[in-house]
């Protein structure tokens, strides 16, 4: 049944009676998410279940809570877990290019890093100290005298025997040489060759006889050589240990509770009195001279880099962790997640060690909780597969991207890997979810909790009132003035008409607090104390007025004739449409000229906007809806000899979606009875095989869309628009055009059947006019048999 609305069904504005408050000053501020009970109980449960694979994603549309909402749950969650341990890599004495991880009780991390500092620093005073002691001077020499004595002793006794043989042992560059005696003095070449050959083969005889005595004498010697070095080695070590144990068994006790870090500090001591020479060198300002008996060499360590292999690299440090920890990686990169090791120039090279390990927020994160934007995190091509390698393994390995790709492997560092404990939380589109779900097998099992965001919220009294004290969060928390309780209810209608819904609330909060901003600055700028319903309306006019450029531009051409559209009269095969016209951040309404042609044929209905590639497949599918319906109602006792053109006049940019159904529809028909229809009234609807009018969307802007060009053509007291019945609760109008339908310049009609759309459109009874269409098909029925009979 055709009705037409009163101003009371246009719109249900908010009354300020219903608000018991003056101003939001008075209320409590509130800022848990509000009108998402759904969304809530299922971040609880995910929250609370502690299973492998439960982690979470938090899908809805952009503004609705969802980032504030997760920082805040999971914030309130990670106050009632443990804080997590400390995480320290430390160096490998057995495998260097593998360092260790150590676990500490958090803060302790950072107070072993200090420890080691202070431990290597002391050790360096104590080996400098007992080395330059007197005692230590001492016993070294007189290890080094009774060694040089057995030396001695060994070469006195070959001195004897080669001068009982005539000869002397003298040392050269080549090493140890005998020389011939002439009268008790060594011989000089001259003598030597001046001799006669039997004299010079027998010298030289005697010579070879000296030598397995020379090589027996010099292998004593150097195992002389040899026992010094070991005995003044062992001298230097236990004077070394005596210096140092006390030093390591205060560290050690402190740390006794963490097996790792007792067994590291042991391996640092071992290390320190194995490689003492180097540790000797770093102690002083300049290397001393050491001598054939001290000659320990560093095997190329440089002095500056050596002691690095005792510091500690802090990599996860929780000393000022509240509960468990909870990162929000804004920026996830794969080594922003996943951490990396660095590098620096040395010699044209780039070298590394282990205190250069950096770490990602996945282990920062470890044992809480780690927040992720969907979006963001999909831009980094390797760092999904590797979140979901953690997350199912169960540990984070730190490996560099470049590693993974090299031709030839090379040597790097490959530290011990983390087992991680995290929970994730994404935040994305739904589109996101359905795409994964459907796409990625993994993350069915890894993302097993979904918290899906509504954009609308049922507007109820305790609602209301959970917006106002929102209002007041927002205004205390930002510093804002204070709203009355007129502009709280201004706030609510905009609320309900970004809902599209009179009966509902939105809850894209990104939008309301946008407003709350603004029309706090409006006030501001008039010298208000409080923010009222005028700066609320300024707000909302202001904002529109920033983004409403196209909509001005087409409505100046509406003006101007170069987009025709007729707003009064009637035509044969003509019809107002309506459509939504969104350019980011402004949508409205815009009236289209449908127009519709029929001739002699068997085609059926031909979408023009198809035959060009403008139309999208849900308009496809209205227009074949169209001929269904005309099958239906028409073609029961006689085929459909038609064919039909119809199309969106002055459309360039495309088609979709089927509300314009009901219009295409009075445009066919009027064109197939040559019933003109009233161009006065503009049409928006879909429809069903059987002609039933179904609710579309925008209807709030299509109408206003259509106003707005009757304004600029003259409004006549008699223009309007046909809706679906359906979509009474969706209107919230604009005071301007509330105005003009309670003044009853402008009409707004709801059908429930294109039989309801066709009477207000013709002015005819619906059985009138359709008994005129079917007399219309046959006569095209009977022409077409009578062409092909004269054929």
């Known amino acids: 049944m055709l009705k037409k609305l009163t101003f009371e069904d246009l719109c249900s504005n908010c009354d300020p009676s219903l608000l018991e408050f003056e101003t939001t000053d008075q209320l409590e501020p509130i800022s848990d998410i509000i009108g998402q009970q759904r969304a809530i109980r299922a971040m609880e449960f995910g929250l609370k279940i502690t299973k492998k694979g439960y982690n979470i994603f938090i899908s809805g549309p952009t503004g609705t809570g969802k980032t504030t909402y997760a920082r805040l749950a999971v914030s309130k969650a990670a106050k009632e877990k443990s804080v997590p341990e400390d995480i320290v890599y430390v160096f490998n004495f057995a495998k260097p290019e593998k360092p260790t991880a150590l676990f500490l009780r958090a803060g302790m991390g950072y107070e072993l890093t200090k420890d080691m500092e202070k431990l290597v620093n002391e050790v360096k005073r104590e080996i400098h100290r007992v080395f330059d002691d007197e005692s230590f001077e001492v016993q070294r020499q007189e290890i080094v005298e009774k060694y040089q004595k057995k030396s001695a002793e060994i070469f006195e006794k070959l001195d004897e025997q080669a001068k009982a043989e005539g000869f002397i042992i003298q040392r050269s560059p080549q090493g140890f040489i005998t020389v011939p005696l002439k009268e008790g003095k060594p011989m000089s070449q001259e003598e030597f060759d001046s001799l006669s050959e039997e004299e010079r083969k027998e010298i030289e005889e005697k010579g070879r006889g000296l ?112 509960g468990a920890p909870v990162i929000i990686e804004t920026n996830p990169t794969y080594y922003n997640l996943f951490g990396k090791i660095e590098g620096k120039a040395s010699f044209g090279t780039v070298v590394t ?146 809902a599209e819904d009179k009966t509902k609330l ?85 009236p289209s000229r449908i127009t519709a042609t029929t001739y002699l044929g068997d085609a059926g209905v031909v979408n023009i906007e198809r035959e060009v590639k403008l139309s999208g497949k849900i308009h496809e599918k209205a227009v074949l809806i169209l001929s269904g319906f005309l099958g239906e109602k028409y073609a029961k006792d006689m085929p459909l000899a038609l064919s039909a053109s119809i199309t969106f006049e002055q459309n360039y940019g495309g088609v979709e979606g089927d509300s314009a159904t009901c219009a295409e529809l009075i445009a066919l028909l009027s064109s197939i009875s040559g019933i003109p229809v009233r161009q006065d009234i503009a049409i928006t609807g879909s429809l069903d095989q059987h002609g039933n009018v179904q609710p579309v969307g925008g209807v709030t802007h299509k109408i206003e869309g ?86």
Request: glycine share 4%.
């Open 506 to 590: 939105s809850t894209r909060f990104n939008d309301i607090v946008e407003l709350l901003y603004e029309a706090s600055t409006w006030a501001e700028i008039e010298g208000s104390d409080l923010v009222k319903k005028q700066h609320v309306i300024k707000a909302i006019e202001e904002k529109a007025y920033r983004s409403n450029r196209v909509e001005e531009k087409l409505l100046k051409m509406i003006e101007k004739g170069e987009i025709i559209v007729e707003v009064s009269g009637q035509k044969v095969g003509q019809v107002n449409g309506l459509s939504v016209l969104d350019v980011g951040d402004y949508t409205f309404g815009q």
């Open 353 to 498: 060690d282990f205190t250069m390990i950096k770490s990602g927020a996945v282990h920062r994160a470890r044992g809480g909780y780690l927040i992720i934007q969907a979006e963001d995190l999909f831009k980094d091509p390797f760092a999904w597969d590797t979140l979901k390698r953690t997350l199912k393994n169960g540990e984070a390995r730190i490996e560099n991207i470049g590693e993974q790709y090299r031709v030839i492997p090379t040597v790097s560092l490959k530290p011990q890997p983390i087992p991680v404990d995290v929970k994730v939380i994404l935040i994305g589109p739904s589109l996101y979810y359905y795409l994964l779900n459907e796409y990625d097998e993994d993350f069915k099992k890894l993302f097993k909790i979904r918290v899906d965001f509504d954009v609308e919220m049922e507007k109820t009294k305790e609602n209301l009132k959970n917006y106002a004290a929102f209002i007041c969060h927002i205004c205390k928390n930002d510093g804002l003035l204070h709203f009355d309780k007129e502009a709280v209810a201004k706030v609510i209608d905009y609320s309900s008409r970004l």
């Open 211 to 322: 030598q397995p005595k020379l090589d027996e004498a010099l292998r004593r010697a150097r195992m002389v050589d040899k026992e010094a070095r070991e005995e003044l080695m062992k001298l230097e070590r236990k004077v070394a240990l005596d210096a140092v144990n006390p030093l390591f068994e205060e560290v050690i006790s402190k740390y006794a509770e963490f097996e790792g870090v007792v067994n590291y500090l042991k391996e640092v001591k071992d290390d320190m009195i194995k490689n003492l020479a180097a540790l000797k060198q770093v102690t002083r300002d300049k290397t001393e001279e050491i001598n054939e008996f001290t000659a320990i060499f560093t095997q190329g360590i440089p002095k500056e880099e050596f002691l690095t292999r005792y510091r500690v690299n802090l990599f996860v440090d929780n000393r000022n962790t509240k």
């Open 706 to 791: 259509f106003y707005h060009a009757c304004k600029i053509k003259g409004l006549t007291g008699t223009q309007g628009v046909v809706i679906p019945s359906k979509n009474i609760d969706n209107l919230m109008l604009k005071e301007e055009v509330l105005e003009a339908v309670k003044e009853g310049k402008f009409h707004i009609f709801c059908a429930e059947t294109i039989d309801d759309v066709i009477e207000i459109m013709t002015e005819m009874k619906a059985e009138e006019f359709h008994q005129k269409v079917k007399e219309a098909l046959k006569n095209l029925a009977e022409k077409a048999k009578e062409f092909f009979d004269g054929e």
